[in-house]
């Protein structure tokens, strides 16, 4: 039990990072936290973003995958032309690079996403 807590604990304090690089309303549900490969952590968790939000522009020192659940949201990738996706669309970043999520049209949406990042480095960082 003490190690279950101590797992929670520490993604908590992971997601804690991306909340930096987000705007208010953005509900984060983190699901699972594993030390592979060696020298990364593997983290995977749900974000729930309101109608007109953003998760707001930030980097990973790792790679993001993502699918849309639910909604539509309009990607922004530093490099690369915006992506309208909407619910069943997957999306791909690399690291180090600069992106963001808003919504795009009336309903909240939702997006399961899994980043393989260095374990040394926070899991996000705010960019300008």
């Known amino acids: 039990m003490k190690r279950i807590f101590l797992v929670f604990a ?4 992971t997601f804690a990072g991306v909340a930096l690089a ?40 790792g790679i993001e995958t993502g699918y849309l659940l639910e909604g539509e949201a309009v990607m922004s990738i530093d490099g690369q032309p915006d992506k309208h996706l909407k619910a069943g669309d997957s999306y791909a970043i690399p690291a180090g690079v600069v992106h963001d999520a808003k919504v795009h049209g009336d309903k909240n949406a939702k997006v399961m996403a899994v980043w393989v990042v260095d374990k040394t480095k926070p899991l996000s960082s705010p960019a300008p």
């Not at 520490?10 to 304090?13: C, G, K």
């Not at 984060?28 to 749900?46: A, H, N």
């Open 10 to 13: 520490a993604t908590i304090v």
């Open 22 to 61: 987000q705007q208010p309303g953005v509900k984060r549900t983190p699901l699972q936290k594993i030390e592979f490969p060696d020298g990364y952590v593997t983290v995977s968790g749900l974000a729930e973003l309101p109608v007109g939000g953003s998760i707001g522009r930030h980097t990973h020192p």
